[in-house]
């Protein structure tokens, strides 16, 4: 048994004996207020069943068809959990205008007062445990259920109220804190469905968040700017997109490295980043169109030929293009033949240089002299 079911499993069967205490205290001890709440403690069993269902299928791992987990009914689960309780908060406030309207009477009694005491002691230790695992966890539903805890204390708070106002002779009090208790209990409710919905919605993590994002990115030399930080929650867990601006002279393995850096420093920086999609740029796309007309293969085609026309010795080229600020660069890698003296070099470096330039395709040419053969 994973500590979170455990931690589900607690919460319901406390619901359970709470619920029948606080049906038993109401009735007996004459109290709206308690029976209102305890029908908000027997709603949180169809809650516990929903956080349990859902817990359980958002640890599910990754899978072919599921690339980033199962974490979504996980969210899914904690705005359902709010759903509930804003139908449970409302069905408390008519049962509470209900005994309004009947003015009964009836004072509550010492029953009353024990039950609804031991039930703001029971729920609020039920929601620090419960919050403590739904955190370590980085469990949502398990967060929202622990919250759920934490509104029964504040619906017993104010059951207790209305009861020690109504046993002073305010028999009044008592329904009227019943209907506190389901406003209580309604606000709970939605605070909890509207982050559910901002999850599911992909909303950007806050503020705070994403300035320390920009500080870490910052701490990176190699990072010349980042634009395009898009982050998300999936179960709990962050997903991290970034494009960095690297020295555009860098290779394919140098860019990767820093790619690398940024991922790593992020998420060691927060446990519940699940994951950061780092995109490489080596020019600002603001600046110049991002996508060139030419693919590397067509360069070489041209250089190739221009190339094979020069007599001197030649030998087979490394061509290595670039583009940069919408030009197309070729870094061309001579073998010449080692019998050729130093001036001849020269003369032929040039020529191929003034030859590749004349293709409409390729704005420079920048030759070095490859000397390993």
């Known amino acids: 048994m994973t500590l979170g079911i455990k931690a589900i499993i607690i919460g319901a069967v406390a619901n359970l004996l709470l619920a029948a205490f606080k049906f038993v205290g109401g009735i007996l001890g004459n109290s709206v207020a308690l029976v209102a709440d305890a029908i908000h403690s027997l709603s949180d069993l169809v809650t516990d069943m929903i956080v349990l269902f859902t817990h359980r299928i958002g640890q599910i791992p990754q899978d ?67 919050r403590r695992v739904g955190e370590a966890t980085q469990s949502p539903s398990l967060i929202a259920n622990a919250w759920h805890h934490r509104s029964d204390a504040i619906s017993s708070i104010a059951a207790l109220i209305g009861i020690i106002g109504a046993g002073q002779g305010f028999p009044f009090m008592d ?35 994403t300035r320390e994002f920009h500080t870490i990115l910052k701490a990176i030399p190699e990072v010349l700017h980042f634009h395009d930080l898009r982050s998300r929650v999936i179960g709990g867990e962050f997903l991290i997109d970034v494009h960095i601006l690297v020295d555009p002279e860098m290779t394919v393995t140098e860019g990767h490295r820093v790619a690398e850096i940024v991922r790593r420093n992020l998420i060691k920086a927060f446990d519940n980043i699940q994951d950061v999609l780092v995109h490489v740029d080596g020019e600002s796309d603001a600046e110049v169109e991002a996508i060139y007309p030419i693919t590397r293969k067509e360069l070489i085609e041209i250089a190739q030929p221009l190339i094979s026309e020069l007599k001197g010795g030649i030998l087979q080229p490394e061509i290595r293009v670039h583009h940069i600020k919408g030009k197309n ?36 040419a920048r030759l070095f002299l490859d000397l390993n053969s």
């Open 329 to 364: 660069i070729l870094d061309v890698f001579l073998k010449i033949d080692s019998k050729l003296n130093m001036e001849d070099t020269r003369d032929l470096v040039a020529n191929v240089k003034s030859k590749l330039e004349t293709a409409p395709q390729i704005d420079q």
């Open 64 to 130: 072919k068809d599921h690339p980033y987990g199962h974490g979504r009914a996980e969210t899914i689960g904690a705005a359902v959990i709010g759903l509930f309780i804003i139908a449970t908060g409302i069905g408390v406030i008519y049962e509470t205008w209900q005994a309004i309207n009947e003015e009964s009477g009836r004072t509550p009694g010492l029953l009353a007062i024990i039950a609804a005491t031991l039930s703001i002691a029971i729920n609020e230790g039920l929601f620090h445990y419960t």
């Open 175 to 209: 329904p009227l804190a019943g209907a506190i208790v389901g406003g209580m209990i309604v606000k709970v409710g939605i605070d909890i469905t509207r982050q559910g919905v901002r999850d599911l919605m992909d909303t950007a993590l806050s503020d705070e968040h």
